[in-house]
């Protein structure tokens, strides 16, 4: 079965790079996405990256995949407090044919000011 | 156009009684998913509707059941509560089925069981 894999925690300063690692175990994972949990909130969509892809950036974001090594990172430049939430990353695979995602555990980001 | 809405946001029961979850998905779409979220377990898919037809479920007991309605407004039910089903449900909702489609979350309704 699917199994994602996240560090739990990350602390930072205002204003440098955070990078947020995340390693899955599916080959056949398609899509792996980004979300973001702001607390009592529920999930926000940052960015997702089709597997034949090796970056996106969206702004601030960059997502790195290394498919070899079933490794995906997000990195957050400049951070701001704002920043500070529970990062999930997530596999779908387009063989399952439905939409259901398999999460990581989430890693809490606390940005110090 | 607005998003995701559940209701109730908070939800308080004892052991054994049974509750609905209401979702409304996104003006336009047509699947909508539902996860559990614990503090132990983490999130965890339920089930997926699409055009009123359960698509794919997660490894969640028989007294998890939902549907969809035709204007795509989906309910989950718990029957015969239990302590371990305290936890924040999650409806998402996207555009269409299958892999790759983006998934827009509400923000919750969190079920507290006494």
């Known amino acids: 079965g699917e199994d994602v894999e996240q560090s739990l925690f990350l602390s930072v300063r205002e204003g440098d790079s955070s990078v947020i690692n995340c390693t899955y175990t599916?080959?056949?994972?398609?899509?792996l996405y980004w979300y973001k949990q702001e607390p009592g909130a529920g999930l926000q969509l940052l960015t997702y990256?089709?597997?034949?892809?090796d970056m996106k950036q969206d702004q601030r974001l960059t997502v790195l995949l290394n498919k070899k090594d079933k490794h995906l990172s997000l990195r957050i430049a400049d951070t701001q407090t704002g920043d500070s939430a529970i990062y999930f990353c997530?596999?779908?695979?387009?063989?399952?044919?439905?939409?259901?995602?398999?999460f990581g555990t989430g890693t809490r980001l606390t940005v110090i000011p | 156009k607005a998003g995701v809405t559940q209701t109730p946001r908070y939800l308080i029961k004892t052991r054994g009684q049974q509750v609905t979850l209401s979702c409304s998905p996104i003006?336009?779409?047509?699947?909508v998913s539902w996860y559990q979220q614990t503090p132990g377990q983490g999130l965890q898919f339920l089930f997926e509707?699409?055009?009123?037809?359960?698509?794919n479920k997660g490894n969640f007991p028989g007294r998890f059941s939902g549907r969809q309605f035709s204007n795509s407004r989906s309910e989950m039910n718990v029957s015969t509560l239990e302590l371990g089903d305290s936890a924040l449900y999650l409806c998402?909702?996207?555009?269409?089925?299958?892999?790759?489609?983006?998934?827009?979350f509400g923000p919750g309704t969190r079920l507290t069981v006494l």
């Open positions: 509707y699409f055009s009123e037809t359960q698509r």
């Open positions: 599916d080959s056949s994972s398609t899509y």
């Open positions: 003006s336009g779409h047509r699947s």
């Open positions: 990256i089709f597997s034949n892809m």
């Open positions: 997530a596999e779908s695979g387009v063989e399952t044919g439905a939409n259901n995602l398999f």
């Open positions: 998402a909702s996207s555009l269409r089925q299958g892999g790759g489609n983006e998934q827009f």
